[in-house]
């Protein structure tokens, strides 16, 4: 898909083992990226990550995913707001 459209921002959610790879894919295909933290927990591929966003002039974002704790939780459960899986 990403090679048939040009969408912008793309929202990377995936494992954090795998993060860097698909950062790396997006921002090479020259889009903004919006990942969860940990970027990652390596040095070298931290610093190909930091690369790959100087060569597409596009933003990394990096968000902090709260959505573990106990007033979270709490919303889940109680249906009070839903998540798409």
């Known amino acids: 898909m990403i090679n048939k459209t040009k969408s912008d921002p793309i929202i990377d959610t995936i ?3 795998t993060h860097h790879e698909f950062i790396i894919k997006d921002s090479n295909h020259g889009s903004d990226v919006l990942t969860e933290k940990l970027l ?3 040095e070298n591929k931290y610093q190909k990550i930091i690369d790959a966003e100087r060569r ?3 933003n990394l974002i990096t968000g902090f995913n709260y959505r573990w ?3 979270i939780k ?3 459960v109680n249906n009070t707001v ?3 899986t």
Do not use: A, H, M, V
Request: no cysteine.
């Open 56 to 58: 597409s002039k596009k």
């Open 69 to 71: 704790s106990p007033y």
């Open 15 to 17: 494992k954090e083992s």
């Open 40 to 42: 990652t927990t390596d």
């Open 82 to 84: 839903g998540i798409i």
């Open 74 to 76: 709490e919303l889940l």
